[in-house]
T-cell receptor, first 114, second 112 residues
Framework: NAGVTQTPKFQVLKTGQSMTLQCAQD?????MYWYRQDPGMGLRLIYY???????DKGEVPNGYNVSRLNKREFSLRLESAAPSQTSVYFC?????????????FGPGTRLLVL | DQQVKQNSPSLSVQEGRISILNCDYT??????FLWYKKYPAEGPTFLIS?????DKNEDGRFTVFLNKSAKHLSLHIVPSQPGDSAVYFC???????????FGTGTSLTVIP
């Protein structure tokens, strides 16, 4: 039981390049999330998916797209990376979406955009 | 604008003593609060939560206190152990929303 896994662990991009961050969970959770963590800021929600086939914007969605490929996988795409997207990205999952649900986090992807 | 604030970026405590981590919030609609713990190179893990209908919740060495009138919560760890050294995030949510708002974290170091 791996929990929430993320790939890659670390990535360097040049401005304008694109990439997809992958996330998978094996807990049979319905809901999945993408956060970013920046120095001096708390974790901020980018997008979430309440269930397979649905996605919704969070606090900071601009510059990102997501795909809920199936129940297990939720990917985050940067179409044209910018230095402001340098951050640590965390994926999380929970049984259901809602303010009472405990979220389980992956180990993070550290992204540097030059 | 940061709705959840942790004003102490770091805290050092001797092993065996009490650690007190503080968190303030501005949104009076928040009614559920959590603490997460994060080790380097790992994702945050859930530690303890409290609903606004309570003012205290205890789980082993960890106790969270909520003061709604002051919009303040605190996490007490007694006794502190070196393995507690980590970054602690508080988070809050409102009953009608799907989003958690996280503080900036406090790095706790427990000195053996």
């Amino acid at each position: 039981n791996a929990g929430v896994t993320q790939t890659p662990k670390f990535q360097v991009l040049k401005t304008g390049q694109s990439m997809t961050l992958q996330c998978a969970q094996d807990m049979n959770h319905n809901s999945m999330y993408w956060y970013r963590q920046d120095p001096g800021m708390g974790l901020r929600l980018i997008y979430y998916s309440a269930s397979e086939g649905t996605t919704d914007k969070g606090e900071v969605p601009n510059g990102y797209n997501v795909s809920r490929l199936n129940k297990r996988e939720f990917s985050l795409r940067l179409e044209s990376a910018a230095p402001s997207q340098t951050s640590v990205y965390f994926c999380a999952s929970s049984d259901d979406v809602g303010p009472r649900e405990t979220q389980y986090f992956g180990p993070g992807t550290r992204l540097l955009v030059l | 604008d940061q709705q959840v604030k942790q004003n102490s970026p770091s805290l050092s405590v001797q092993e065996g003593r009490i650690s007190i981590l503080n968190c303030d919030y501005t949104n009076s609609m928040f009614d559920y609060f959590l603490w997460y713990k994060k080790y380097p190179a790992e994702g945050p893990t859930f530690l303890i939560s409290i609903s606004s209908i309570k003012d205290k919740n205890e789980d082993g060495r960890f106790t969270v206190f909520l003061n709604k009138s002051a919009k303040h919560l605190s996490l007490h760890i007694v006794p502190s152990q070196p393995g507690d050294s980590a970054v602690y995030f508080c988070a809050a949510s409102a009953g009608t929303g799907n989003q958690f708002y996280f503080g900036t974290g406090t790095s706790l170091t427990v000195i053996p």
